[in-house]
T-cell receptor, first 114, second 113 residues
């Protein structure tokens, strides 16, 4: 069964204190990995898509990397406005019917204190 | 470009009732996916519609159903509501399907009493 596990479940940082969030996966056929940010009471907001091991994407203080088994979301010098839940999702293909689906992790709740 | 819209934003129902939620995708997007989000289970895939056809389905009981109209707008229906159906229901749209970046709406918060 396809599984996506995110760690830690929650993370508290001081403003400026860099850290990383982890997303590990076991899927039958990885076709892409997505990172989303979700603020309370809102829908997830797209951040990055990664397709192959070794790929990296950056946006402001965020950098996403991908290996064959996991992805990291690195947050450099975070600010309070980076506080949110970060979701990882893996795109897989159903071998039987050939349809694609997204499997989400449960997210990491990040709090950045001023 | 207008984003994904969902109506209503909040709903309170009682057990046994049924509910219909609506989703309008981004203009030009033909794929609409529905998800249920709860604190314990996270985001779980319900189903995907493309060109008025259900293309993919998650592991939810038959009480959960949906449809898509010719203008790509989609509705999902939950019949015989149970307390455990209380959740945030999210709709996401993309041009062609789940193989692409999906853009989420704000969700409908359903509370079943």
């Amino acid at each position: 069964e396809d599984q996506v596990t995110q760690s830690p479940e929650a993370l508290r940082l001081q403003e400026g204190e860099s850290s990383s969030l982890n997303c590990s996966y076991t899927v039958s056929g990885l076709r892409g990995l997505f990172w989303y940010r979700q603020d309370p009471g809102k829908g997830p907001e797209f951040l990055f898509t990664l397709y192959s091991a070794g790929e990296e994407k950056e946006k402001e203080r965020l950098k996403a990397t991908l290996t064959k088994k996991e992805s990291f979301l690195h947050i450099t010098a975070p600010k309070p406005e980076d506080s949110a839940t970060y979701l990882c999702a893996v795109q897989t293909r159903d071998g039987r019917g050939g349809s694609e689906k997204l499997v989400f992790g449960k997210g990491t709740k990040l709090t950045v204190n001023p | 470009k207008a984003g994904v819209t969902q109506t209503p934003r909040y709903l309170i129902k009682t057990r046994g009732q049924q509910v219909t939620l609506s989703c309008s995708p981004i203009s030009g997007h033909r794929s609409v996916s529905w998800y249920q989000q709860t604190p314990g289970q996270g985001l779980q895939f319900l189903f995907e519609y493309f060109s008025e056809t259900q293309r993919n389905k998650g592991n939810f009981p038959g009480r959960f159903s949906g449809r898509q109209f010719s203008n790509s707008r989609s509705e999902m229906n939950v019949s015989t509501l149970e307390l455990g159906d209380s959740a945030l229901y999210l709709c996401a749209s993309s041009l062609q399907g789940q193989g692409e970046t999906q853009y989420f709406g704000p969700g409908t918060r359903l509370l079943v009493l």
